[in-house]
C-alpha cells in the first residue's frame, strides 16, 4: 500500500506560483514507475495536468506547458508540482497519483490516489 499526501495549496493572485508537493509513505517513490498529478474543478470532471515517469520523460496537459513542472525526488520520497504563472481557470483540487506501471498521459487508472489540496487562484 501507498499512502499520499498532498501540500502547498491555497489562494493565490493571477500570475502568481505555487509548489504543491506530494509527500508518500508505505512504499518509496522509486518504486511507482509513474507519478502524476490531476485537478478537478467545481463542476468538472478530474483532468489530467501532468505525470513523470520514473525513466524521467514528463507529460504535460496543453494548458499548462510553459508554466508547470513536475519533478520527482525519490530521496524524499517526494513528487513536486511547481505552477508558475497562474490563471484562475487553474482553480481546482489537486491529486496527486502513483502506480507502478507505466501509465500514458491522459489515463486515470492508477492505483494509487492522495486526498487532494485545494488550489485558488484570484483574477
Known amino acids: 500500500q501507498v499512502q499520499l499526501v498532498e501540500s502547498g495549496g491555497g489562494l493565490v493572485q493571477a500570475g502568481g506560483s505555487l509548489r504543491l508537493s506530494c509527500a508518500a509513505s508505505?512504499?518509496?517513490?522509486?518504486?511507482?514507475?509513474?507519478m502524476g498529478w490531476f485537478r478537478q474543478a467545481p463542476g468538472k470532471e478530474r483532468e489530467f495536468v501532468a505525470n513523470?515517469?520514473?525513466?524521467?520523460?514528463?507529460y504535460y496537459t496543453d494548458s499548462v506547458k510553459g508554466r508547470f513542472t513536475i519533478s520527482r525526488d525519490n530521496d524524499k520520497n517526494t513528487v513536486f508540482l511547481q505552477m508558475n504563472s497562474l490563471k484562475p481557470e487553474d482553480t481546482a483540487v489537486y491529486y496527486c497519483?502513483?502506480?507502478?506501471?507505466?501509465?500514458?498521459?491522459?489515463?486515470?487508472?492508477?492505483?494509487?490516489w492522495g486526498q487532494g489540496t485545494q488550489v485558488t487562484v484570484s483574477s
Open positions: 497519483a502513483a502506480d507502478p506501471r507505466y501509465r500514458v498521459a491522459d489515463t486515470m487508472d492508477y492505483n494509487y
Open positions: 508505505g512504499r518509496t517513490v522509486s518504486t511507482m514507475s509513474t
Open positions: 513523470a515517469l520514473i525513466v524521467g520523460t514528463t
